[in-house]
Nanobody, 124 residues
Framework: EVQLQASGGGLVQPGGSLRLSCAASGFALDDYGIGWFRQAPGKEREGVSF??????FYADSVKGRFTISRDNAKNTVYLQMNNLKPEDTAVYYC???????????????????WGQGTEVTVSS
């Protein structure tokens, strides 16, 4: 059974850091692209970052602050989030992509399996 388990969220002060994990089971992560999305209250889900075959992509709003990485031995993708801002507050989801053009990594309909989400709150 294909599963994605997101974890690592929590409450952090502005300027702080968190590392999110997306643990996969039922498939090998390095065979697929994995994306991180987030959804803030009252807003649409948006793509945050994507990794596949050594390429990494980021939303403009997180470039220079977030880093996506993958540990194939642990079958886990990470999202290191530094210098967090209140506007980063959201529920974060990881998802497995079907085949997609890299330019369309933000399009959620290309993702076939989703984790349950982990909540990130940035507040003083």
């Amino acid at each position: 059974e294909v599963q994605l388990q997101a974890s690592g969220g929590g409450l952090v002060q502005p300027g702080g850091s968190l590392r999110l994990s997306c643990a996969a089971s039922g498939f090998a992560l390095d065979d697929y692209g994995i994306g991180w999305f987030r959804q803030a209250p009252g807003k649409e889900r948006e793509g945050v970052s994507f990794i596949n075959v050594g390429r990494k992509f980021y939303a403009d709003s997180v470039k220079g602050r977030f880093t996506i990485s993958r540990d194939n031995a642990k079958n886990t993708v990470y999202l290191q989030m530094n210098n967090l801002k209140p506007e980063d507050t959201a529920v974060y989801y990881c998802a497995r992509a079907s085949r997609l053009p890299f330019s369309l990594w933000r399009v959620s309909s290309y993702y076939t399996f989703w984790g349950q989400g982990t909540e990130v709150t940035v507040s003083s």
